[in-house]
């Protein structure tokens, strides 16, 4: 599983790639996680099965979701309650929802 997380500087969700990474390895889980800056999500997001935006970028949500769509990447805003607690399970959760379709 690969997931990309979007936000302003790339720098905020370093804490957050932590704890997701975390959360993988507990569960057995083979992930590559990592973040980038708004102005360079479009370079990565063919290496992604899934874009997490922050909730600082989420007005980008519209739009990257308008790319993702034409790559089959799913695209979605986190939760902000979960960015700010920087719970990295539940937002892993949600990644892996995504990448299933549900």
């Known amino acids: 599983m690969r997931i990309l997380l979007c936000c302003s500087a790339g720098m905020s969700t370093s804490l957050l790639v932590s704890k997701m990474e975390a959360s993988a390895k507990a569960q057995g ?4 996680i990592w973040a980038v800056a708004s102005t360079e999500v479009n370079t990565h997001l063919d290496d992604a099965d899934v ?11 519209s739009q990257l979701k308008k790319v993702g769509e034409l790559k089959g990447i799913p695209v979605e805003s986190i939760n902000p309650t979960h960015y700010g607690l920087c719970n990295g399970e539940e937002i892993l ?6 990448i299933k379709g549900e």
């Open 93 to 98: 959760k949600q990644a892996i929802n995504l």
């Open 51 to 61: 874009l997490l935006l922050g909730p600082q970028v989420r007005y980008l949500l």
């Open 29 to 32: 889980l083979d992930c590559k």
